[in-house]
């Protein structure tokens, strides 16, 4: 299947500072990214989908102004958490879509800690 | 709305078979995946079904009734690493994914 990889793979740190989390996909072009994010036991939760190129489409309750999304080019997205909090500690998950069955492939998602 | 029913939680033996069922209310539909995704890991892509009828991939098997709005995946000769979640998941008529809570699969020995 499709490769798609998500840096960093896990990231602490201090309350108030903010977190870049990038999102590429390697074999193929990507017009189509999805940011999730997943608490302990707990389902996936659509965040955001963002489209080559244009603003991204937040899902209701995710504050765009907080999680700043990217997506400049067909491989390359990324999130950027600003002024993190510990209740944003969490498991970022990005997913691209492409192939003919436009299929998502998951990166293997990055782990935050905010303290 | 749009909701995907799948069970939370089921428990098999080593080497058996499992059947994981899903069913789906969506508006529209372009396709539904199975994906498994392990403790503290991202789902990783299992199946697509698209037409009706049943795919077959190695150990694993996924089947589709669109006139029944049903799914399901089926595990042969289970492994102690089968123990993952199961998501499944539909793309509606705006090509979005909407995905089921996830059926915790147990694999005792």
């Known amino acids: 299947g499709a490769v798609v990889s998500q840096h960093p793979s896990r990231v602490i740190c201090k309350s108030g500072t903010s977190v870049k989390i990038e999102c590429r996909s390697l074999d193929f072009q990507a017009t189509t990214m999805f940011w999730y994010r997943q608490f302990p036991k707990q389902s996936l939760m659509l965040m955001a989908t963002?489209?080559?190129?244009?603003?991204?489409?937040?899902e209701q309750g995710v504050e765009k102004d907080k999680f700043l999304i990217n997506h400049a080019s067909l491989t390359l997205s990324t999130l950027t958490v600003t002024s993190a909090h510990p209740e944003d500690s969490s498991f970022y998950i990005c997913?691209?879509?492409?192939?003919?069955?436009?299929?998502?492939?998951f990166g293997p998602g990055t782990r935050l800690l905010v303290l | 709305g749009q909701n995907i029913d799948q069970p939370t939680e089921m428990t098999a033996t080593e080497g058996a078979i499992v059947q994981i069922n899903c069913t789906y209310q969506t508006s529209g539909f372009n396709g539904l995946f199975w994906y498994q995704q392990h403790a503290g890991e991202a789902p990783t892509f299992l199946s697509y079904?698209?037409l009706d009828g049943l795919e077959e991939k190695g150990r694993f098997s996924s089947f589709l009734s669109r006139s029944k709005w049903y799914s399901y995946l089926l595990l042969k000769e289970l492994q102690m690493k089968d123990s993952a979640s199961y998501l499944c998941?539909?793309?509606?008529?705006?090509?979005?994914?909407?995905w089921g809570a996830g059926t915790k699969l147990i694999i005792k020995p």
């Open positions: 079904n698209v």
């Open positions: 963002s489209n080559e190129g244009s603003k991204a489409t937040y």
């Open positions: 997913s691209a879509r492409g192939g003919l069955s436009e299929t998502q492939y």
């Open positions: 998941a539909v793309m509606d008529s705006n090509y979005q994914l909407i």
